[in-house]
Structure formats: structure tokens, C-alpha cells
């Protein structure tokens, strides 16, 4: 499972949590506080 991080707004979550979104440069899976993909990262795996 892909663990990601907003940019923006520091929200860590999995893919599970983003939320559908719709704007200007079309449809998409984003952060669910700033209802976007623009600023999203994808997080390296911890390794223990």
C-alpha cells in the first residue's frame, strides 16, 4: 500500500484515504483537505 504526504497541508495518509476530485486539468485521486493531487508525494516504505 502507497503511503503519500500533502505538501501543502502535511496530511499523511495511503491511497485509501484520498478522496475523487474533479478540476481544470481533469479528474483524479487528492489530498481530502486540499481536494487536490498538486501536492502530493509519495513516501518512501519505513524500513524497521
Given at each position: 500500500?502507497?503511503?503519500?504526504k500533502?505538501?501543502?497541508?502535511?496530511?499523511?495518509?495511503?491511497?485509501?484515504?484520498?478522496?475523487?476530485?474533479e478540476d481544470?486539468?481533469?479528474?483524479?485521486?487528492?489530498c481530502?483537505?486540499?481536494?487536490?493531487d498538486?501536492?502530493?508525494?509519495?513516501l518512501?516504505?519505513?524500513?524497521?
Amino acid at each position: 500500500m502507497d503511503t503519500v504526504k500533502c505538501c501543502n497541508c502535511e496530511f499523511k495518509g495511503t491511497d485509501e484515504n484520498l478522496i475523487a476530485f474533479e478540476d481544470e486539468r481533469g479528474a483524479g485521486w487528492g489530498c481530502p483537505n486540499c481536494k487536490t493531487d498538486e501536492y502530493l508525494m509519495d513516501l518512501e516504505p519505513e524500513v524497521e
